[in-house]
């Protein structure tokens, strides 16, 4: 089995900094990208940003110059620092990622359970 354990959700007021981060653990081969997405109530989720292997890396525009994802290989982890945070942004931030299991295996997806993020003076 696979797992992806996010933490550091909370609350924060407008403009404030929060820190994420997901470790993936269990039967791991190999992780290709790695990433977060969000969902705020009544909306679809939606990409924040994403991080392959290699260290490429890809934002919402709407996060691009505030957010930075990073990722620690050796520790299969992915981190998501936001900075000046909307209220907007309030959401469940999900954790996602691209593992294969086995050496013959394809690359499945695989998703955190959520944590909270609110934004709120």
């Known amino acids: 089995q696979v797992q992806l354990v996010e933490s550091g959700g909370g609350l924060v007021q407008p403009g404030g900094s929060l820190r994420l981060s997901c470790a993936a653990s269990g039967s791991i081969f190999s992780i290709n990208a790695m990433g977060w997405y969000r969902q705020a109530p009544g909306k679809q989720r939606e990409l924040v940003a994403t991080?392959?292997?290699?260290?490429?890396?890809n934002y919402a525009d709407s996060v691009k110059g505030r957010f930075t994802i990073s990722r620690d290989n050796a520790k299969n982890t992915v981190y998501l620092q936001m900075n000046s945070l909307k209220p907007e942004e309030t959401a469940v931030y999900y954790c996602?990622?691209?593992?294969?299991?086995?050496?013959?295996?394809?690359?499945?997806?695989?998703w955190g359970q959520g944590t909270q993020v609110t934004v709120s003076s």
């Open positions: 991080i392959i292997s290699g260290g490429s890396t």
């Open positions: 996602h990622a691209l593992i294969r299991r086995y050496v013959i295996d394809r690359f499945n997806d695989y």
